[in-house]
């Protein structure tokens, strides 16, 4: 059974920093593309980052240059570092896994509904 756990949320004030983990079990997703999305109360659930399986990442345009996505591919799992965080980050931020093999686009890797399983979540906020 494919298993996806995320940790690391937690409260930060304004320009701190957290790194969320995302560990997999039941399979290995080295060969696969792997993402992280997060959900704001009354909004949808959008696209942060997005890591293929040659390493290539993808970020949303207002966390370029403040979070950073990798994969350590012996240990099965995805980090998500953030810095500099602002009050707007604040959400809900869920790991997630495709099991497309091969080439991807940047439009298939931000579509949620790519993605075969995902985390439980865990909870960020950014007090101001």
């Known amino acids: 059974q494919v298993q996806l756990v995320e940790s690391g949320g937690g409260l930060v004030q304004a320009g701190g920093s957290l790194r969320l983990s995302c560990a997999a079990s039941?399979?290995?997703?080295?060969?696969?593309?792997m993402g992280w999305f997060r959900q704001a109360p009354g909004k949808e659930r959008e696209f942060v980052s997005a890591i293929r399986w040659n390493d290539n990442t993808y970020y949303l345009d207002s966390v370029k240059g403040r979070f950073t996505i990798s994969r350590d591919n012996a240990e099965n799992t995805v980090y998500l570092q953030m810095n500099n965080m602002k009050p707007e980050d604040t959400a809900v931020y869920y790991c997630?896994?495709?099991?497309?093999?091969?080439?991807?686009?940047?439009?298939?890797?931000?579509?949620?509904?790519?993605?075969?399983?995902w985390g439980q979540g865990t909870q960020v906020t950014v007090s101001s």
């Open positions: 997630a896994a495709s099991q497309r093999a091969g080439p991807v686009t940047i439009w298939f890797l931000k579509r949620p509904q790519n993605y075969d399983y």
């Open positions: 039941g399979r290995s997703f080295s060969s696969y593309p």
